[in-house]
C-alpha cells in the first residue's frame, strides 16, 4: 500500500512543500520518511474502519486517493497563514486535514463533520500518538464498540486561549500520548453541520475556512461565510473545470503554488476574502 509511482510523486511533492512553507513561517520541515510513515499508518487505519463503516468510496484506490489529498495539503499549506486557527468545513475521512496536519503542525485544525461514523474516526485520529512517523498499535487503530459512540465537542469554551480537548471529548481505547501535531490544542472534532447557527461562539474566530468536495464555491461561501470574520478567506479546493463564480474569487493553480507539481498542475484553489462595504 502506497507505493505506487503516484504516491511516490505526491510524496515529493509534499515534502517539497513542507520545506518552503508559507511566508513568515519558521515550521520544521517534515521528513518524506516520516510522512511516508504517517501516511502508511493513516492508510492502514482508514482500511479497518472503512471495512465496517464505509468512510469513503471501497472502489477508490488507496493510493490515489491519499496521494489526491496530500496535494491538496500541500497547496493549502501554501496559503494558509502561521500558527493560525483553521476550519474544516466538512472534514469526512481526515483527508485533507491529516497531510495538512502533518505538513503543517503549526496549525490549530477544527474539524468539523456531521457524519457521526466520520467523526468518529477524526475523533480517534487525534488520540493517537503520531510523533516522529510513529505509527499507532492495533488496538488503538480499532473501531469504537458497536454500542459507543463518541461524545460532541461542542460548546467547549474556545476563549482565552483555551482550546477543546478530543481527547477528553470521547471514549479512549489504546495507551497513546497525542503529540504533535495531534496535541488537543492542534486537533479539535465538532460533530455538527457548518450551517448550525451556534457552530462556533465569538470568540472562536478562524484565520480561514477551506472546504474540500462538499460545495461549490458559491454555495460554500452560503454555508461558510458567517464563520469568518473580516479580511478573513475561505478556500475551495477544485478541479480543472470548475469555473469561476465570480469576480470576488481569487484562483491559484497549484502549477502556481507548488514545484512541479506534475498530474495535479492545473488544480486549483479558489479563494475569496470577507470584506466589510
Known amino acids: 500500500m502506497l507505493d505506487s509511482p503516484l504516491f511516490q510523486r505526491a510524496l515529493t511533492i509534499g515534502a517539497a512543500a513542507s520545506r518552503t512553507g508559507p511566508p513568515g513561517s519558521d515550521v520544521d520541515p517534515v521528513a518524506s520518511d516520516d510522512l511516508r510513515k504517517s501516511l502508511g499508518a493513516y492508510a492502514r487505519l482508514l482500511e479497518t474502519w472503512n471495512r465496517r463503516f ?3 468510496s471501497r ?5 490515489a486517493l491519499i496521494a489526491d489529498a496530500l496535494v491538496d495539503a500541500a497547496a493549502l499549506a501554501a496559503v494558509l497563514p502561521p ?8 472534514a469526512g475521512a481526515g483527508l485533507p486535514a491529516l497531510p495538512l496536519a502533518l505538513l503543517r503542525p503549526d ?5 468539523v463533520e456531521p457524519r457521526r461514523r466520520r467523526a468518529s474516526f477524526l475523533h480517534r485520529l487525534g488520540g493517537l500518538d503520531w510523533g516522529a512517523g510513529k505509527k499507532p ?4 487503530g480499532e473501531p469504537y464498540p458497536a454500542t459507543t459512540a463518541p461524545q460532541p465537542t461542542r460548546g467547549l469554551d474556545w476563549g482565552a486561549g483555551r482550546k477543546a480537548d478530543p481527547v477528553g471529548s470521547e471514549p479512549s481505547s489504546g495507551t497513546a500520548t ?6 488537543a490544542a492542534r486537533w479539535t472534532v465538532l460533530e455538527d453541520r457548518v450551517e448550525s447557527p451556534d457552530l462556533l461562539n465569538e470568540r472562536a474566530a478562524p484565520d480561514a475556512v477551506y472546504t474540500r468536495a462538499v460545495w461549490n464555491p458559491a454555495e460554500a461561501w452560503t454555508a461558510c461565510e ?5 479580511d478573513r478567506r475561505l478556500i475551495c479546493l477544485v478541479g480543472e473545470s470548475e469555473p469561476r463564480p465570480s469576480d470576488a ?3 491559484q493553480t497549484y502549477e502556481e503554488l507548488l514545484p512541479d507539481p506534475g498530474p495535479w498542475a492545473r488544480r486549483r484553489l479558489f479563494l475569496r476574502r470577507k470584506v466589510i462595504d
Not at 472502489?59 to 493510493?63: H, K, L, N, S, V
Not at 500558527?83 to 466538512?90: M, Y
Not at 496549525?107 to 474539524?111: E, H, V
Not at 458567517?226 to 473580516?230: A, C, K
Open 54 to 56: 464505509n468512510l469513503v
Open 59 to 63: 472502489a477508490a484506490e488507496p493510493d
Open 83 to 90: 500558527d493560525g486557527l483553521i476550519v474544516d468545513a466538512g
Open 107 to 111: 496549525l490549530r485544525l477544527l474539524l
Open 137 to 140: 498499535t492495533p488496538t488503538e
Open 178 to 183: 497525542p503529540t504533535a501535531p495531534f496535541t
Open 226 to 230: 458567517r464563520l469568518l470574520t473580516p
Open 249 to 251: 474569487w481569487n484562483c
